[in-house]
């Protein structure tokens, strides 16, 4: 069938499909790669990839560009799903003979639920969908598809049984020229990147166990399950040959850094190649490994502290503790590599003294570049599970994890930290952290030694006065 592989239109700088860790409008207006979409795409011959939000597309000239296929497969997730509702229920009043299926965390976690919200979703494609999506649009009986849930003729909802998980990653094929194919790079930008930038998996799975993390404990699984080094330098070498103007290659991988041989071969490859690049990281690397990483291109890290404090780590599972983390932290200073770290506000165990820890601590190593977001409980998880239980969430319910403009909200609270507390510690975060003065040096310093950058800093500074406005409100 003729494939379209959709990023429905949402809230306004929502890119919560494709960003798999924080599913709700940034703070800087930034897009990730629809990357889970644009791989299942490389498999049907014939097919495209739409992004709408990151094109600007309204629903109208969405409906639109749909309306000339047979089949429709939407990426949805837990905030976005009301929106792609709506979308559904506009093609399918058009355009009646769609097809039209569903796709990502939400609906593999609750595919009888995602089908009961609307007879214009026709399927449901559980657990890794690239295969599955590939045989729907091959036109294979809908009951003969292993890992499936779909409505029959009849109106009731029937589940396949599961999809093996996908063990020869090496088989699947490079996502890069499905990018270069349908999308414009050029809107794809992310505060602390190079831009245009382009961001692509390596492997898929998480050995970690966090408590919180949506995608190991829904799609991808605790097995981290890679390609090998001469497939990943192969894509790199075809992405430096057709797409120049790229200037940083981002390796998305929940934790890039899990297996350190293979990073260090992965490393000196593109130390060949002569590429810039940055990753997703654990606070543990070696300083050894670091030094490769360097050596070889690597530009920054994108770390997830979560919480400065101990207690706080072992309660989500983190493995790991403030002063591996501080002596990593030190490491990569030495070494000259940037860290973008990540922290979480809202996390069992939180009270106001461990909030102001963590600004405290997040101070005291000093990334370059900070995002604080809120404690998410996404169906599926083992927050979500241990939030019902003991009664964190309004009326035992998940509450909207965002507002009706894609900003995320507190969904937790707890007897002695409210959800207000938790959500205004946010903007407490950012205003302590950035508006120090060394911290202004410093960002004052990188925009002297470049106009480009100077442009860039003054419009994520406007986006970002907004945000806290906007917040705070």
Known sequence: MKTLFLQAPSFDGFDGGAGSRYQARREIRSFWYPTWLAQPAALVPGSRLLDAPADGLSLEQTLAIASEYELVIVHTSTPSFPADVRFAQALKASYPTIRLGMVGAKAAVDPGGTLAASE????????????????VAAGIPLPRIAGLSYRAADGTIEHNPPRPMIEDMDALPFVAPVYRRDLNIRNYFIGYLLHPYVSIYTGRGCRSRCTFCLWPQTVGGHRYR????????AEVEWIRRNM????????????????KPRVEEIARGLGKLGVTWSCNAKANVPYSTLKIMKDNGLRLLLVGYESGDDQILLNIRKGLRTDIARRFTEDCRKLGITIHGTFILGLPGETR????????????????????????PYPGTAL??????????????????????GVQLAAISYPHLSRDEIYHGVETFYRRFYFRPSKIWEITREMMGSWEMTRRRLREGVEFFRFLHTHEA
């Not at 890679?226 to 330098?233: A, M, T, Y």
């Not at 120049?244 to 297996?259: G, W």
């Not at 003294?353 to 405290?360: G, L, P, R, S």
């Not at 964190?392 to 009706?404: F, G, S």
């Open 353 to 376: 003294e461990t909030i102001e820890k963590t600004i405290a601590f997040a101070q005291e190593i000093n990334p370059h570049t900070i995002q604080v977001s809120l404690a998410a």
């Open 120 to 135: 214009a979703i026709d399927f449901v494609c559980r657990e890794e969908f690239d295969y599955t999506c590939r045989d």
């Open 384 to 405: 979500y599970r241990q939030a019902l239980d003991n009664g964190w969430l309004a009326d035992d319910k998940v509450i909207p994890l965002v507002n009706d403009r």
């Open 244 to 259: 120049p103007e790229v200037r940083e290659i981002m390796f998305d991988d929940d934790t890039f850094t899990d297996f």
């Open 226 to 233: 890679v390609r090998s080094p001469e497939n990943v330098l």
